[in-house]
């Protein structure tokens, strides 16, 4: 069975709950991110778009619509790799401690939100992909 958005999210919560919406959408982002990076894969196959708060895993986000925080998502963790685990611990070492703000505002200055973004204005909702592609370009120049 392939590893989810929702099991990394359900990692997360296990490590640092309770926790806002938006924050969790931006960790669980930026474990995808670092993958890309350092295990040179995506931990998951769910679609990110570039909504107006910064990136959104969309299936993520049906889980947990209408709630502010959270403590479980219904992921299943136990599906985590070692090495998905070590990405989630790092991201976690290096981003947990931020307010989802602070996360927020961090994704709006960087390339794969602001190009998936293209014109739209800011505020405006919107819906296109971050693609995998963008991630790894962007963060493996870091």
Same mark, same amino acid.
């Given at each position: 069975?392939?590893?989810?958005?929702?099991?990394?999210?359900?990692?997360?919560?296990?490590?640092?709950?309770?926790?806002?919406?938006?924050?969790?959408?931006?960790?669980?982002? &930026?474990?995808?991110?670092?993958?890309?990076?350092?295990?040179?894969?995506?931990?998951?196959?769910?679609?990110?778009?570039?909504?107006?708060?910064?990136? @959104?895993? @969309?299936?993520?986000?049906?889980?947990?619509? *209408?709630?502010?925080?959270?403590?479980?998502?219904? *992921?299943?963790?136990?599906?985590?790799?070692?090495?998905?685990?070590?990405?989630?611990?790092?991201?976690?070492?290096?981003? *947990?401690?931020?307010?989802?703000?602070?996360?927020?505002?961090?994704?709006?200055?960087?390339?794969?939100?602001?190009?998936?973004?293209?014109?739209?204005?800011? *505020?405006?909702?919107?819906?296109?992909?971050?693609?995998?592609?963008?991630?790894?370009?962007? &963060?493996?120049?870091?």
């Amino acid at each position: 069975m392939r590893t989810t958005a929702l099991d990394v999210a359900e990692y997360i919560l296990s490590k640092k709950k309770p926790m806002t919406a938006m924050k969790l959408q931006k960790l669980v982002y &930026y474990c995808q991110a670092w993958s890309l990076v350092w295990e040179e894969r995506p931990m998951y196959e769910n679609r990110i778009e570039a909504w107006a708060n910064g990136p @959104v895993v @969309v299936d993520l986000y049906s889980a947990h619509r *209408g709630q502010y925080m959270l403590e479980s998502v219904s *992921g299943d963790s136990s599906r985590l790799s070692m090495s998905d685990v070590e990405t989630i611990d790092a991201v976690l070492e290096y981003y *947990g401690e931020r307010s989802s703000q602070w996360l927020s505002d961090l994704t709006h200055q960087e390339k794969p939100w602001l190009k998936a973004r293209g014109s739209l204005p800011r *505020g405006w909702r919107g819906s296109e992909e971050i693609t995998l592609a963008s991630m790894a370009e962007y &963060y493996g120049s870091l």
